[in-house]
């Protein structure tokens, strides 16, 4: 058994490590679009957040415009570079029975889905394009996400203005599946008229997006989530009795699912400049809690619930910003859900396991709740701080 003094320095090198690693906020996804109107071409555009070029791109601020208005035309001309570089060394592009392609894309600075800058808030992306034929022959197209890439690859089709219900989440070195391009080519002797692809999808379909969805939001939460799970933990740590954890626990659940519905709906929308220090500022004030009130209340619900509120308005970024079409939304927004409540459960899991054999409630708050709650206020502050300062 390890003294008190022990257990506290292996609680602080512990979190020093998690400091290390930790990301605040997850690495943008680098959204890949085909557009197909179904005349014989078609448009191939990708986004990159300017953030991805940043040494430290999950604590790095979005670009703003007036931030961008300050960039000489060889600066705007270097980004656009490294983004076409970073599209080569991320993706692969295959045309089948062709092979693989190299699209050349032209690069210009728009927000998220090629929408116009229309006012200082509006975060920057470099939005690439590509125009081609869909040559006599073709007959399917798919994307991998390279073993070197660093980021989630997203594969989406917009087929006659219908977004196409299947949607991959690419991790490095996965294939995409292969869009069947046989009705939607240049036209040939014996070739179909367009026209029977559905854009209402399949079962298939379905289950392709939420299973690509489940992983994602449990990827948004471990590993990349280090504030969601520092604030899971914080939550766990005042009590571990079945029933307060629980309590608190479904509370945060129903908070969070509800803005994170409402967002990707549209519905509400609230700047990342507000949403992610109050997200910050959430872990501080629960871990901070834990310290000066040491038993579990039902003020402690109502803690949960705003701050769930603010976190699911957080989880929604992961949405929003892929536009996903009505036909894949129940089924993206059921599996990121499921996925964040997998990753969150995971976590308590690995927690109660960590600290079942302090059995002792005394030992347990001194060891354990004490220092561990002091840690994750210090990160909470910290990040605060940074996310303020930085405008993120």
């Not at 680098?30 to 957040?49: H, Y």
């Not at 090629?114 to 590509?130: F, K, M, Y």
């Not at 899991?349 to 005394?362: E, G, H, N």
């Amino acid at each position: 058994m390890f003294s008190r003094p022990t257990q506290a320095a292996i609680f602080a090198v512990l979190f020093l490590i998690l400091s290390v690693v930790a990301r605040a906020h997850p690495i943008p996804d680098l959204p890949v679009r085909m557009f197909l109107p179904g005349d014989g071409t078609a448009r191939v555009t990708v986004e990159v957040d300017p953030r991805c070029f940043d040494t430290a791109p999950d604590i790095a601020a979005s670009m703003l415009p007036p931030a961008l208005a300050q960039r000489s035309a060889e600066e705007k001309a270097a980004l656009q570079r490294m983004a076409a570089d970073l599209v080569r060394r991320c993706v692969e592009f295959t045309l089948e029975p062709i092979g693989r392609v190299q699209p050349e894309f032209t690069f210009t600075f728009t927000g998220h889905g090629g929408a116009p800058l229309a006012g200082p808030d509006d975060v920057v992306v470099l939005t690439g394009e590509w125009r081609t034929t869909l040559a006599a022959g073709l007959t399917g197209w798919h994307i991998r996400s390279t073993k070197e890439s660093t980021l989630s690859v997203v594969f989406q089709n917009i087929i006659r203005g219908h977004a196409h219900p299947r949607i991959a989440v690419l991790f490095p070195g996965e294939k995409s599946f292969t869009l069947d391009l046989t009705e939607l080519r240049a036209a040939e002797p014996g070739a179909r008229t367009p026209g029977s692809i559905s854009p209402t999808g399949s079962a298939k379909d379905g289950w392709s997006t939420f299973a690509s969805y489940l992983r994602q939001g449990f990827v948004h939460v471990v590993p990349e989530g280090v504030d969601h799970i520092l604030f899971v933990l914080g939550v766990f740590l005042l009590s571990r009795a079945w029933k307060p954890l629980l309590a608190q626990v479904t509370c945060f659940t129903l908070a969070h699912s509800l803005t994170l519905a409402l967002a990707t709906l549209g519905m509400v929308k609230v700047p990342a400049a507000i949403v992610e220090p109050v997200i910050a500022a959430s872990i501080a004030f629960v871990a901070v809690e834990n310290i000066v009130r040491p038993r579990y209340t039902r003020w402690r619900l109502l803690v949960v619930l705003i701050f769930g509120l603010i976190h699911g308005l957080g989880f929604a970024g992961a949405l929003s910003d892929l536009d996903l079409p009505k036909s894949s939304l129940a089924a993206g927004l059921v599996g990121f859900n499921v996925g964040v409540e997998g990753g969150q459960l995971l976590v308590i899991s690995v927690a109660f396991l960590a600290t079942a054999w302090v059995r002792d409630p005394a030992r347990y708050r001194n060891w354990i709740v004490i220092p561990g709650s002091t840690a994750i206020a210090l990160f909470g502050v910290w990040w605060t701080i940074q996310r303020v300062v930085g405008g993120s």
